[in-house]
């Protein structure tokens, strides 16, 4: 996907909402280039990760191996930590906003808010 496109992340999350369709919500999320498939045990997560697979390979998409983690117990997906205990704040994002010095001007306020909305 040329990214240099205007239109080119939005086309790619609707082209990943198409894959994943009847999957998202159930079995796993997907935002972007991010999948996350989570699941109660170990047999119940092959059988997921295998589903996801299989949409993947109906749609020709392929995996990148090194940027792909594989039965993790905790993980940081879009600014959060999501473990077994539950959903809560990466502590290195919610530093990096209560550190950030007052904005004084148009550009730095623009830089605050790419950093809480975009993280």
Known sequence: MPFGLKNAISTFQRLMNTVLSGLQGLHCYVYLDDCIIYSQ?????IEKLKLVFDKFREYNLKLQPDKCEFLKREVTYLGHIITDKGVSPNPDKVKAVSQFPTPKNPKEIKSFLGLILLG
């Not at 045990?41 to 997560?45: C, T």
């Open 41 to 45: 045990n170990l047999n119940q997560h």
